[in-house]
């Protein structure tokens, strides 16, 4: 059901009373279920110490791991139809192979073998056992992962923990696009490819990893906190702060 003209104009006069201070622009995209547009608008400018106006048609934003959440999304609707199973670890193996050959670095230093198979669960709930640089000490590397857009960044991530035994954040949804051909589909499917500011907001790897990454993580973050999964007698060990 569409929005009332007066409702639309509220929705733009609300998000033009956002930007009166001076403070950076924005772009407001909103669809209904059936990824039809209710109201888009532009407001402000790129940045305080930027003249260009925000466009709904051609402002890209770099969102980062919000697009963890429209993965996620993405391969829950293609559990629910049947088509990727959560705790299969034989779907992972025969879709990306790559990680049952993957070795732990618990120490950062002396891969061992895995004690657990990865399964879909481990990878959408940060369990798998992955880890980002600019987070964990154990991972030495000179920039963020995809800092470079290179997919090998990801692709070559090590294991740090026994998969299933702790949760961490990590990159282990990237696998995910990567590897699955449905998911590009579902995301077009369900419009979540279609939001306006289009080239950062979707769950596509491939793409995301082809341009260079905006960020540049400038500090690391001297303490880690582990949340062992329920049931696990894994303990983190010497290197869980630093």
């Known amino acids: 059901m569409p929005l009332s003209t007066k409702a639309v104009e509220n ?3 609300t998000i033009d009373g956002f930007v009166k201070d001076g403070s950076p622009g924005l772009v407001f995209h909103a669809i209904d279920r059936s990824g039809k547009t209710l109201v888009e608008h532009a407001s402000g400018t790129l940045g305080v110490d930027s003249s260009e106006p925000m466009n709904t048609q051609s402002t890209v934003f770099w969102i980062a791991s919000c697009t963890k959440l429209v993965t996620a999304i993405a391969v829950l609707q293609l559990v629910e139809q049947g088509k990727i199973p959560l705790d299969d670890a034989e779907f992972i193996k025969k879709t990306a192979p790559e990680l049952s050959e993957k070795k732990v670095y618990a120490d950062g230093i002396n891969g061992v073998e895995q004690e657990n198979s990865i399964t879909m669960r481990m990878l959408l709930s940060h369990t798998a056992g992955f880890g980002y640089s600019f987070i964990d000490p154990r991972i ?15 692709l070559d991530a090590k294991l740090l923990n026994q998969p299933g035994s702790m949760w961490e954040y990590g990159v282990r949804l990237t696998y995910i696009t990567i590897s699955n051909p449905y998911i590009d589909h579902t995301v077009d499917q369900h419009g979540m490819g279609r939001h306006r500011s289009r080239a950062c907001y979707r769950a596509n790897a491939r793409r995301l990893l082809s341009r260079p990454c905006l960020h540049a993580s400038r500090h690391r973050c001297r303490r880690r906190i582990y949340v062992p999964i329920e049931g696990s007698s894994k303990e983190p060990g010497a290197h869980a702060s630093t």
């Not at 030495?140 to 990801?154: F, H, L, T, W």
């Open 11 to 13: 929705v733009k006069s």
């Open 140 to 154: 030495q590397a000179d920039r963020p992962e995809g800092g470079s857009g290179d997919k090998r960044d990801i």
